[in-house]
């Protein structure tokens, strides 16, 4: 059983900046993802195991960044020049099987979610 622990989300103003952080209990395959009201949850930035490769949505690139520091087993997700759209739950997940790094039906543990509020 993976535990994750989420940390580091709040209320912000439009091009504030926040940084979330996710402890594992362990080294994997790691991703975020976010979910706002009536939405469906989606895929945010995604990293390996080593760190040695990252993704992201469209919608966060340039603005985000993802890395992880192995020593304390976190993966983080710097967010900068927030918009009010980018106002959701956000939640870590690790995938240990799948290569698919987009799909949240390829993560096989998720962390308890922490909200993310951009006042315009």
């Known amino acids: 059983q993976v535990q994750l622990v989420e940390s580091g989300g709040g209320l912000v103003q439009a091009g504030g900046s926040l940084r979330l952080s996710c402890v594992a209990s362990?080294?994997?395959?790691a991703g975020w993802f976010r979910q706002a009201p009536g939405k469906e949850r989606e895929f945010v930035a995604a990293i390996s195991w080593s760190g040695g490769s990252t993704y992201y949505a469209d919608s966060v690139k340039g603005r985000f960044t993802i890395s992880r520091d192995n020593a304390k087993n976190t993966v983080y997700l710097q967010m900068n020049s927030l918009k009010p759209e980018d106002t959701a739950v956000y939640y870590c997940?690790?995938?240990?099987?799948?290569?698919?790094?987009?799909?949240?039906?390829?993560?096989?543990?998720w962390g308890q979610g922490t909200q993310v509020t951009v006042s315009s």
């Open positions: 362990g080294r994997y395959n």
């Open positions: 997940a690790v995938r240990i099987y799948s290569s698919n790094y987009y799909s949240p039906a390829s993560y096989d543990y």
